[in-house]
């Protein structure tokens, strides 16, 4: 039986001629039962259309760990009950790995890590970890687990005043893809598998960088962006400045950002010298490239992690390339913390515009294809938990240089 969709609906901010490929939902498909071909459609489908829902079906984590090794996909599934749970694997599409999105213990295990609050580890799947707000009980064999929703009051350097915020105005909080950024690869996919989700009146994002932009979303949801996108709408100097440079992240950098504030984005860092001296870091770590060629469409993503960025090394020119108009034609190698920030912003502050976010929960994601964010504020008394587990070709540089 041949796997059928529909679109993702269309936020009313939403600009259709760009977000018509981004998204479909999947009708009455379980995702632990796909026949061997429906698993290479739902794998096509996902690199095509970046994210896909699996509506109203209900995958434990040992279920859900199982397929990501038996198949080449990972399967997110919404389900209508009391408690929202997400399922990040680095399994997706690779079955060889074992490795939790942003690197198992390696990331989370140091009291210095940004992450370290967020994480809580399923004892019997230790791939899957549970984060979310409020306190959860009797959960998967956690007795009692404490969580809090990320806040932007305690990431972004100026925050919205608690007078706004009761008026339901709120921000994103850092927007990013789910990778270590040292020694392990990102992962292909991630899953967010729900269980519940508090309900309450939706919030207003508010961009406060002087353009007035704002985004209406509904409570505590997870915002997305496409790759795809945020690369075709750059300019063509700025294409080619893409496609000719890596980004080198910091060591460790969930614990090299951790003293640092974002902007009011949490589109990246403010350059106040406030990261840790890498003296007091582990070892480095290597660099990784931010763009993925999509195996499927063909298409670049501009990919990257611009809280971890630490330094950008652009390739001169090809031979045969005009220089007339070019930015940095004879090849570069960026090492200042605000020239690497302001690139960085220049080139995906477009691709976060209103009428390209698609807010919404319980999606599976191409991880090396969108950006995303957790988005709003709970109260204490809220509920909400999720589980977590584990570039350009030589042609691609001549076509955009």
């Known amino acids: 039986m041949s ?35 429906q698993l290479e459609e739902v794998k096509e489908l996902l690199y ?27 399967l997110l599934s919404l389900v209508p009950q009391d408690l929202r749970l997400t399922n990040v694997i680095l399994q997706a599409f690779d079955p060889s790995s074992e490795n939790y999105g942003h690197g198992n213990n390696k990331t989370g295990n140091t009291q210095k890590s940004i992450l370290h609050p967020d994480l809580k580890t399923i004892p019997r799947v230790p791939q899957v970890q549970l984060i979310g707000n409020g306190t959860v009980y009797d959960h998967e064999g956690l007795a009692e687990a404490k969580l809090k ?73 997870t915002a997305f962006v496409c790759g795809a996108t945020m690369f075709d709408i750059l300019p063509p100097e700025l294409k080619s400045v893409a496609v000719r440079a890596k980004v080198r992240y910091a060591p460790h950098p969930y614990v090299w950002m951790a003293p640092a504030r974002s902007n009011t984005l949490g589109l990246g860092l403010l350059t106040e010298n406030k990261e840790l001296p890498l003296s007091e870091l582990p070892e480095w770590s290597e660099e990784k490239v931010k763009l993925w060629k999509n195996p499927v469409t063909g298409k670049l993503h501009y990919q990257v992690h611009p809280s971890g960025a630490f330094a950008i090394e652009i390739a001169p020119l090809p031979e045969k390339a005009s220089k007339e108009g070019a930015l940095y034609p004879d090849g570069a190698n960026i090492t200042d913390l605000k020239e690497v920030r302001d690139l960085l912003y220049k080139m995906q502050r477009p691709g976060i515009a209103p009428p390209l976010v698609k807010e919404n929960d319980f999606v599976l994601f191409h991880n090396r294809g969108v950006l995303h964010t957790v988005v709003g504020a709970f109260t204490p008394d809220q509920v909400r938990a999720f589980h977590q587990p584990v570039g350009p070709t030589e042609e691609d540089v001549l076509q955009y240089a």
Do not use: C
Not at 6 to 26: E, I, Q
Not at 55 to 71: D, F, G, H
Not at 196 to 217: A, N
């Open 3 to 37: 796997v059928e969709v529909a679109p993702f609906p269309l936020a009313p901010s939403g600009d259709a001629a760009k977000m018509k490929d981004f998204g479909r939902v999947v009708k009455d498909v379980h995702p632990g039962k796909l026949t061997p071909e």
């Open 48 to 74: 095509k259309h970046g994210a896909l829902l699996f509506p109203n079906v209900v995958v434990t984590p040992e279920e859900q760990y199982a397929l990501t090794k038996v198949s080449p996909v990972q």
């Open 149 to 221: 929703h990320p806040h932007h009051k305690t990431f972004h350097a100026d925050v919205v005043s608690e007078e706004d915020e009761k008026k339901g105005v709120t921000r994103f909080y850092r927007w990013h893809i789910d990778a270590a950024l040292y020694d392990l690869d990102p992962p292909k996919v991630t899953t967010l598998y729900g269980l519940k989700v508090p309900g309450g009146s939706p919030q207003v994002v508010r961009y406060d960088d002087g353009t007035g932009d704002e985004l209406k979303v509904p409570l505590g949801t």
